[in-house]
């Protein structure tokens, strides 16, 4: 059963980079497209990235095109998110998510995920 659990949030100045980490502490991430999302205060959750099992293809929310990298580590079973040029904007809990997939598949809609972390924060100053 996958577990995850999400850290490297924090606060950072407008202009800046965090790099998020996703650490599964259940079963191994074989088999299991990754998400990454986010919720600001009042808002609906946003898609920010998306990456195949096999790290072959990624996707990207058009807000963050350019800026964040979303890449996996299956020997740590861990996923990352490099966000940089970060903009206040960003501002937000980050979640990571997970489920079964194809080889190739990325998903882009959190209805497609049945398995979630608890959020990392992450507040940039202006």
């Known amino acids: 059963q996958v577990q995850l659990v999400e850290s490297g949030g924090g606060l950072v100045q407008a202009g800046g980079s965090l790099r998020l980490s996703c650490v599964n502490t259940?079963?191994?991430?074989?088999?299991?497209?990754m998400g990454w999302f986010r919720q600001a205060p009042g808002k609906e959750r946003e898609f920010v990235a998306s990456?195949?099992?096999?790290?072959?293809?990624?996707a990207y929310g058009d807000s963050v095109k350019g800026r964040f990298t979303v890449s996996r580590d299956s020997a740590k079973n861990t996923i990352y998110l490099q966000m940089n040029s970060l903009e206040v904007d960003d501002m937000a809990i980050y979640y990571c998510?997970?489920?079964?997939?194809?080889?190739?598949?990325?998903?882009?809609?959190?209805?497609?995920?049945?398995?979630w972390g608890q959020g990392t924060h992450v507040t940039v100053s202006s």
């Open positions: 990456i195949s099992w096999s790290g072959s293809n990624t």
């Open positions: 259940g079963s191994t991430f074989t088999s299991y497209t």
């Open positions: 998510a997970a489920r079964r997939s194809t080889i190739t598949a990325v998903y882009t809609r959190s209805s497609s995920y049945d398995t």
